[in-house]
């Protein structure tokens, strides 16, 4: 992509063990990794990350099968190859190359179930998690109505099988990408148009829809097996938690977000702001604000 939306940025690959990640990186301070979430790519931090960059090093990546980061096979059982584990030992191992063994780090959307998953399995790295207008899927499934599967009707659809939604969104990806983003928009800054034809370019390549499927086919099988193996054992997120959730998204609208956290994590505190799903993008400033405040809180600053 070019540097309009993230001028400063310097782009990176890096190798985590045979999956290149497409990585992007500026600012100076304590690390910060930002997880972006579905039908998107890094880009959606677009106009957080330049307000963190003055205090924080901030790091941008494409979750594998997203974006410009490599689409690996998936062959194993279950969907191993998209399962939230194998999503955030990707990022671990970014993290180490840059040289950081311990950050913090933000999730919007699948990038806040990737980042949920890294502060369990990686607590000693993971100083701080921030998650974005989701609740943990293990309670989303257990608790899912009508209202949940007409709201999120797509989970279902993309983890369908025999090629189904890889074939009817591969017909015509641009209109998929902007009327499932479209839906979920309430009275926030408007989609940067550069930003959501970076999003319509990357989601036309078949083998990122492919992915994309894959990652929500995970989500029903072995991604809900990893979590009710900690609910047995009592995992939670040992590091301080901040949730951020739009008052018009579904989410908001569904849950107490911050009870339901508690059941998965030590220390939780969060806020509504006022928008939709794609927080970062809709609230910009109100995000990088509440995210700094919180991370200066666990002494996570310059």
Not at 1 to 12: K, S, V, W, Y
Not at 229 to 238: E, I, S
Request: proline share 6%.
């Amino acid at each position: 992509m070019n540097d309009e939306l993230l001028p400063g940025f310097t782009a990176r690959r890096v190798d985590a063990e045979g999956v290149g990640v497409n990585v992007r990186v500026a600012g100076d301070g304590p690390p910060l990794l930002l997880l972006h979430g579905y039908p998107q790519t890094h880009v959606i931090w677009h106009r957080v990350a330049p307000l963190l960059a003055s205090r924080y090093t901030v790091v941008l990546t494409d979750l594998r099968g997203y974006g410009d980061s490599d689409k690996p096979a998936s062959t194993a059982p279950g969907h191993a190859a998209y399962s939230k584990r194998a999503m955030a030992a990707d990022q671990y191992l970014v993290m180490r190359e840059l040289g950081f063994d311990r950050f913090a780090v933000a999730g919007h959307d699948r990038g806040g179930r990737v980042a949920h998953r890294l502060a369990l399995d990686y607590a000693d790295a993971v100083a701080a998690l921030a998650v974005l207008d989701i609740v943990p899927t293990r309670h989303t499934f257990a608790t899912a109505d009508t209202h949940f599967a007409l709201g999120y009707y797509h989970w279902f659809f993309l983890a369908a099988g025999n090629g189904i939604p890889e074939h009817l969104i591969g017909a015509d990806p641009g209109f998929w990408v902007r009327t499932r983003m479209q839906a979920r928009h309430h009275g926030g800054t408007p989609f940067h148009p550069t930003a959501m034809a970076e999003y319509v370019r990357c989601f036309s390549d078949p083998a990122a829809i492919h992915a994309s499927c894959e990652d929500y086919r995970a989500a029903t099988g072995i991604d809900l097996e990893h979590d009710e193996a900690d609910a047995a054992a009592g995992r939670l997120v040992q590091c301080p938690v901040l949730a951020l959730w739009g008052e018009h998204s579904f989410v908001g609208r569904s849950y107490d977000v911050l009870d339901v956290w508690r059941d998965y994590a030590k220390a939780v505190i969060g806020q509504a702001l006022p928008c939709d799903h794609y927080v970062p993008e809709e609230a910009p400033e109100a995000t990088a604000s509440v995210l700094g405040e919180f991370l200066a809180r666990q002494g996570w600053s310059s």
